[in-house]
């Protein structure tokens, strides 16, 4: 019989974690889940994944390092990290304030370089993969008209996540990336319902909440042994 998988997903209290950590949990994972402010969720969360329920603030590099701790003390280990976490903000950088710059790199970055330094000697130790979530359009540096801050931060993460895979190959740790293009859900930005968006997209279609946490739970098997530092990219072709 095979042992389940021991799993952590950040940003799960909603959208894209909370769909990856439900199907996780489906194929039979032991899933970790996160909440940061919302006492609802947190209860909503205890429904579905009953003693597995954790708050953090993952800005804060001790939240990051207990919230291991605490997954350690009840199942041992942990086999697959997904960070969902990164806040969005759709405007251009002359209505971007410094502040707001410095938010989105706190939230999109900093947070998973201090995910990583408490997760990393886990993953060594076990299945070990990461994935995180990038957005669509980062290859090339391309300009962007809108959301340049926040891409601007996905782009530094993809750095910081391709230089961790050449880190740990050796420790057998994979290090990937999954950039969702306009994936509707119910804490989705409003762009992501934009038609004049969406009739942009060449495969014709949105993409689907399933579709992203089925590419992330093979990134979470070992079939993906031999995959790092990708960014995967979920846009039926969009911004390529």
Known sequence: MVEAHISLVTGSARGLGLAVAKHLAARGDRVHVVWRSSEASARELEELFPGRVHRADLSLADDAARLVSDIKAKDGGLDCVVHAVGE?????????????????????VETAQHLMQAVRPS????????????CAGLAGLRARRDAAGYTAAKSALLVLARSWAVEEAPFGVTVNMVSPG???HAAASTDTKDPSLQAKIPAGRVGTVEEVAAAVAWLCSEASSYTSGSDIILSGAWKL
């Open 123 to 134: 993953l060594r130790q076990g299945l070990g993969r990461l994935v995180l979530f990038g």
């Open 182 to 184: 306009l994936v509707p």
């Open 88 to 108: 969005y903000q759709a405007s251009s950088l002359e209505r971007t304030s410094a502040q707001e710059l410095r938010q989105l790199w706190l939230s999109n």
